[in-house]
C-alpha cells in the first residue's frame, strides 16, 4: 500500500484543490461536449478509391441511396489529398491502384494520424493481402466481384465503429479537462510527481484527506494516466 501525505485546506500553502470551472462554466463545457457527441455520431461520409470508375460510380450510388455521402477518387495520392480536405468515416480502398498501391496508401493514412475505418476491397485478394492489410490496420477485406449487400454492411459496421471510438476520445478529453487539477505551488508540483510516480505501477494507492480536498481528482489523475 502506498500512502499519500494528506491534502488539507488548512496547510500554510493552501493545498486544496479546486475545480477549474464554476459551475456556469460547466454547463456550457457539458452543452459544448453533447455538441461534438452528436456532430461525431452523424459522421457519414464514405471516401471510395478504385481506378475502376464503373465501380466507383455504382458504389457512389448505392451508398448514397443507404444515407451516406461519398466522395470518389482513382488513386492513392488522390485519396491521400482527399482526406487533408475533409474527414471521412469510412474508406473503401482498393488493393490494386495506379501509383502508390492500396496498402501502401493504407500506411501512410496510419502514419498520418488518420482514424477512418479502412475497408480493403481486391479482385485478386489472397490470405497474406488480407494479413498485411490487417496489421496495417485495415478494418475489413471485401473480395471482388462485391456483393452490394455485405459491402453495405462492411461500411455500416465500420462507420458504426469509429463513431463510438471518437465519441469516447471526444468524452474522454472531456472529462480531462473537466476534472483537471490547476495551481502551480510547491505543493502542487509535488503531489504531480507523486501522482507520475504511482500511476504507472500497479500498486494500490491510498489517498486521504478532509472532504473537498480533491481526493477524487487525484484518483482520476492517477487513472489518466
Known sequence: TVRRQNISRHTPCRRRLEYRRTFGERLRGSAKAAANFHRILMSNSILIV??????RETLR????????????????????KAIEKQTFACILLDVWLPGIDGLETLQKLKEGGSDAAVVMISGHGTIETAVNATKLGAFDFIEKPLSLE?????VRNAVRTR???RANRQLAETLNEEYAMIGDSVAM???????????PTDGRVLITGESGTGKELVARAIHAQ
Request: aromatic content about 2%.
Open 189 to 199: 508540483r509535488a503531489l504531480r510527481k507523486q501522482i507520475a510516480v504511482v500511476a
Open 150 to 154: 455485405k459491402t453495405v454492411l462492411a
Open 163 to 165: 463513431e463510438l471510438e
Open 50 to 55: 478504385d481506378d475502376e470508375r464503373g465501380i
Open 61 to 80: 450510388g448505392v451508398l448514397e441511396d443507404e444515407g451516406f455521402e461519398a466522395e470518389t477518387v482513382a488513386s492513392g495520392e488522390a485519396c491521400l
